[in-house]
């Protein structure tokens, strides 16, 4: 006999604790089932997964083949040391070589570990000791990468570790030197020559950022950004990790968001969209040199969990629905469709910028369109948020929204019909917002 939901509900509240909430006020779904790009509470309300649960998801709910491979796994042999080498591993490790053109991988448990693990590695390999992020950043939750991270949830941990130095982003709807796109410089990336020069050059093992910044705003960087960032790194002897934990995958249409710009980057950092969160994998994976030089050199690192055979083998199977059922060509066609809605949103006072790649989206609402004054104020929120984000839910539309951004981030797996019917409450929402405002 199912127990009512409230019991559930109050079971998981009386004895967990949720992520980022003041305990109180967290009111966490019931999910009792999910299929696709739909899940369903235990009130039996059918929910648009319209974020892909953390943007992870990329194959939606329950894909057969990855519950399939997990579950051949588990009979097969369910655990081996990380030291062993068993099937998944290795065939996984090649696998990655191929579709991000690097060496070798490093297995971690999530975002956070191989963020952790990235930077490690790269004071390991250069004998130095600071890393430059970016201020609109999230690198995970762990104390290294927390502070790696520039975002507010950082502040809790500060003073964090040492060496961590940050620079500004490629945020051109609020340019941080008060340019614009086609007349600017690109500051965003030579002011990051000048950090390196007061720092010491000779004191930089990396440049660690995502590859397209995700939870501060779907950050689309110029086309030429990469390719100066990259000149940048190589020109002192700089590593340049790319965090694709979020970006990566599928979710831009490409394996690795920094291919639309024709770079590659030293290291890269994923997660998430390895799995599409069906087992918990992240990994760290090198450049042919790096991975040479710990052919003589000890890595530090090890984890019981790294290579957990299941998880390998889930990333496999993912990573096969990704190119057998074509899953970023519909990145793409479904992403033109969600450029195009997200372009005729513009017409709603409350939306300053949209901004898009693939599957990948955010919209920025602001109070007024000429200043640009941010519809909530930076790490808060405001009725007009709390209104938006209840409209939403009152119509079972399970979307991210932060600060003054509403994400729409959806299963890579989506069709038409569904994004359109997402697509037109977020609508309705936003002309709700606009009549808050009196607009
Ligand atoms: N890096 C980025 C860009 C992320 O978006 C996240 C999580 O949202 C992380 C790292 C942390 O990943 P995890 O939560 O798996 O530790």
């Known amino acids: ?30 999910m009792t089932r999910a299929q696709g790009v739909w899940f369903w509470d235990g009130d039996g309300n059918k929910w648009l997964d ?66 952790e693990n990235a930077m490690k590695i790269a004071r390991l390999y250069t004998g130095r000791d600071k890393i430059i992020t970016r201020y609109r950043s999230y690198h995970g939750a762990t104390m290294g990468a927390m502070t790696a991270s520039g975002d507010p949830r950082r502040w809790p941990v500060e003073p964090g570790i040492p060496g961590i130095v940050r620079v500004f982003d490629p945020y051109c709807y609020r340019c941080p030197f008060g340019k614009t796109v086609d007349s600017c410089g690109r500051e965003c990336v030579s002011h990051i020559e000048e950090v390196i020069q007061l720092e010491g050059p000779h004191t930089i093992a990396a440049i660690m950022v995502e590859g397209i910044t995700g939870s501060n705003g779907v950050l ?9 960032l990259r000149a940048l790194c190589d020109k002192y002897g700089i590593l340049l990790i790319t965090d694709e934990v979020m970006s990566g995958f599928g979710r831009t249409g490409k394996w690795l968001s920094t291919q639309h710009y024709g770079i590659k980057p030293d290291i890269v950092t994923c997660a998430k969209g390895l799995t599409s969160g069906y087992m918990p994998l992240g990994a760290v994976i090198v450049s042919a ?34 190119e057998e059922e074509q899953i970023f060509e519909n990145t793409e066609i479904q992403g033109r469709y969600l450029a195009e809605r997200l372009e005729a949103m513009r017409k709603y006072a409350c939306v300053g910028d949209v901004r898009y ?3 990948f989206s955010v919209i ?27 409209y939403l839910k009152s119509k ?35 002309a709700q917002v606009d009549q808050m405002l009196g607009m």
């Open 364 to 390: 920025e609402l602001v109070r007024n369109k000429a200043t640009k004054e941010p519809l909530a104020p930076y790490n808060g929120t405001s009725p007009e948020m709390q209104r938006l984000a209840a």
């Open 289 to 322: 040199p790096i991975a040479e030089y710990f052919e003589k050199n000890m890595l530090w690192g090890g984890l019981t969990y790294s290579g957990h055979p299941v998880s390998c083998a889930a990333a496999l199977a993912n990573l096969e629905v990704y």
């Open 220 to 228: 689309v960087p110029p086309d030429d950004y990469y390719p100066r």
């Open 357 to 359: 790649k693939g599957l």
């Open 50 to 115: 319209l974020n892909a649960q953390l943007i992870n998801m990329n194959v939606g709910h329950q894909h057969p083949k990855v519950l399939e491979a997990i579950k051949k796994q588990v009979d097969e042999l369910c655990f081996a040391g990380p030291n062993f080498a068993t099937e998944p591993r290795g065939r996984l490790g090649k696998k990655l070589a191929e579709v991000t053109g690097l060496a070798k991988s490093f297995f971690t448990l999530g975002g956070a570990e191989a963020n």
């Open 1 to 30: 006999m199912e127990r009512p939901s409230r019991e559930v509900i109050q079971e998981n509240r009386d004895y967990t604790l949720f992520s980022w909430s003041v305990q109180s006020t967290s009111n966490p779904i019931h």
């Open 396 to 430: 079972h539309i399970y979307v991210m929204t932060r600060f003054h951004m509403l994400w729409v981030c959806p299963p890579l797996v989506i069709n038409r019909e569904e994004l359109k019917y997402g697509l037109d409450v977020i609508e309705e929402a936003l």
